[in-house]
């Protein structure tokens, strides 16, 4: 493991997403990192593709829940 350095800006961002997704800083850029490379790595695929694969090959239904009513 190792340091990344990286500018003022992106800390920010990443600090206010981090809070968002209920993530550390650091977890949320190894989010922002791997999906990046997987986007690099699959251009034809959109995000939503890619999350849904990602899901599916980790044995997680990408399918959405029913809402029932109270």
């Given amino acids: 493991m190792g340091i990344v350095n990286i500018d003022d800006d992106l800390h920010d961002l990443l600090r206010r997403a981090s809070k ?3 993530r550390s800083i650091n ?3 190894a ?3 791997k999906v990046g ?3 690099e790595a ?3 695929l959109g995000f939503t593709e890619i999350i849904a694969r990602e899901m599916s ?3 997680v239904s990408a399918q ?3 809402l ?3």
Wanted: hydrophobic share 45%; proline share 8%.
């Fill in 68 to 70: 029932t009513e109270a």
């Fill in 37 to 39: 490379m997987l986007c």
């Fill in 42 to 44: 699959n251009p034809t």
């Fill in 27 to 29: 977890a949320q850029a």
């Fill in 57 to 59: 090959s980790a044995g």
């Fill in 64 to 66: 959405p829940l029913a």
């Fill in 20 to 22: 968002v997704s209920c």
């Fill in 31 to 33: 989010y922002w990192i």
